[in-house]
T-cell receptor, first 120, second 114 residues
């Protein structure tokens, strides 16, 4: 079955350590996204990638890094520079990316199950 | 500033009652997406609206986008315990087709009382 996976579901780290969250999709989607969710704040965009080997900062990119070496993978590294890393992280993908804006097309984003990161 | 305002923030309704959740923007919404989330889990896509005046239904849930494409409402008829969760609206507010990521509301926490 096609879908988007994130692992692990729960992750615990000590303060000062970098940690990488995995996101894989087999939907052949061009675009992938990372969101962070905190209670009462809704989802906020961290990074997004429209195409392999290219990615853009979202609203809250500071303290995070990403790579897009393969179309199906978009790992997120939470660095020690991120001041409040404890949160729920959601990865998403959509069929079309940059330069493919077509009228009437559904740009639905498919979400993974999420990873809850706790840093102590 | 919050580009998408969702209301109410939380809602407690008795099982069997109808309810409505609203999502409002000061900008034109080029694509409006409704999601449901059980806390701490991934989002489940419910419906997507693009045209002014469009209305879609899925089981007992109906979503509408107003003619101006600045407000959407999600209506649940005869609510059931399975409807409980957090409802999020997401929208493309820059006509980029959502390619730059969607803007989300803060969510509405729905509780169904037996």
């Amino acid at each position: 079955d096609g879908g988007i996976t994130q692992s692990p579901k729960y992750l615990f780290r000590k303060e000062g350590q970098n940690v990488t969250l995995s996101c894989e999709q087999n939907l052949n989607h061009d675009a992938m996204y990372w969101y962070r969710q905190d209670p009462g704040q809704g989802l906020r965009l961290i990074y997004y990638s429209q195409i392999v080997n290219d990615f853009q900062k979202g609203d809250i990119a500071e303290g995070y890094s990403v790579s897009r070496e393969k179309k199906e993978s978009f790992p997120l590294t939470v660095t020690s520079a991120q001041k409040n890393p404890t949160a729920f992280y959601l990865c998403a993908s959509s069929r079309f990316g940059l330069g493919q804006i077509l009228a009437g097309v559904n740009y639905e984003q498919y979400f993974g199950p999420g990873t809850r990161l706790t840093v102590t | 500033s919050q580009e998408l305002e969702q209301s109410p923030q939380s809602l407690i309704v008795q099982e069997g009652k109808n309810l409505t959740i609203n999502c409002t923007s000061s900008k034109t919404l080029y694509g409006l997406y409704w999601y449901k989330q059980k806390y701490g889990e991934g989002l489940i896509f419910l419906m997507m609206l693009q045209k002014g005046g469009e209305e879609k239904s899925h089981e007992k849930i109906t979503a509408k986008l107003d003619e101006k494409k600045q407000q959407s409402s999600l209506h649940i008829t005869a609510s059931q315990p399975s409807h409980a969760g957090i409802y999020l609206c997401g929208a493309d507010v820059d006509s980029g087709g959502g390619a730059d990521g969607l803007t989300f509301g803060k969510g509405t926490h729905l509780i169904i009382q037996p």
